[in-house]
């Protein structure tokens, strides 16, 4: 088979950005050292593009959910740096765990006896302090099968950690309370937004994921954190439409005045969903606005500021993360993880 040409859409990953980002968040961690959620294949960016990059920074502890994004990430880490958030759902989980060296989190009495039963070792154990999604509850903190565990690190999970919510501070006096009732070597409580809530919320380890990415989940971020991703495609088609002509299914831009459009090799199964609509990708500073229905893997673009443009050049759709989710709707976590494989990821 001939070599593929390089696709016409690609997602530059700046990788200066990313080490920064992490170094900001490990030193707003404090006495605490920050870790990195690299799961969902490091929130859509590339587990072989960043996590070499977070390591290389400083980062020596990481979390994936799954069992299968387990593999990916020791192509650049030891086992022991690596924790699987959704813990031991199977006997054969727990197997695996034990034979690659990874640590399970620990979410349920059931799975503490899964582990058991499979042999145990060191592991991380969840508890609830109130997000009720995943961990023991704060009164099974005494059980036998508890008692059993070899616990490295004890977590617990902010629910609203983005907001200035009392939640806040009854998770950190729940997780106070566990804490000294639970034997363990480190404890773990803040995501991103939990780093900005101040010291109490730090412990040992913090485990920030949106925020290296470029998310700024609380303002007290905004000046620690860059921008990472930059989507981009070729215009593959460029033409002029007289005044009435219409673009894109159900016609629903017509141009008032004749206009110069181009057509970007993107589209909604890239993750470029039509909440898009109305904004606008860029050339240069000049602004390029979306025309009319974002298609699966087209976008149609007003050129009429930038008559230079023509087939074959690359546009950027702006990825200011705070700024695209106000305009779609969509939750900066989505922008990152909803990016498509079409894109080739490449890094600056
Ligand atoms: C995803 C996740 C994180 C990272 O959260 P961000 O809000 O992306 O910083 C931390 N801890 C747990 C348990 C998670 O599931």
Redesign the pocket.
Known sequence: MPDLPPPTLRLTIDTHALAHNWRSLDAMSGEARAGA?V?ADC?GLGVDTCVPVLRDAGARDF?V?HWSEVPPVLRHVPPEQVAV?HGVVTREEADYARAVGVLP?IDSLRQAEIWRAAGGGPCHL?VDTGINR?GIRPDEAESEAVRALDIHTL?S?LAC??EDSAMNADQLRAFESVRERIPHRIASLA????IALGANYHYDLT??????YG?V?RAELRDAIRQVVRPEARLIAVRNLDRGDTVGYNALFTAPEAVRIGIASLGYADGILRSWGGAAFAHEGVDLPILGRISMDMIALDLGKAPDLGEGDWVALPYDLPEAARHTGLSQ?ELLTLLGDRFARGLT
């Open positions: 959620a799961k929130y979390f959910a958030l989190v969840m995943l977590l999970h950690a983005d995501n991103s937004a939990g485990r920030p994921g949106l925020a290296l998310g989940p976590y």
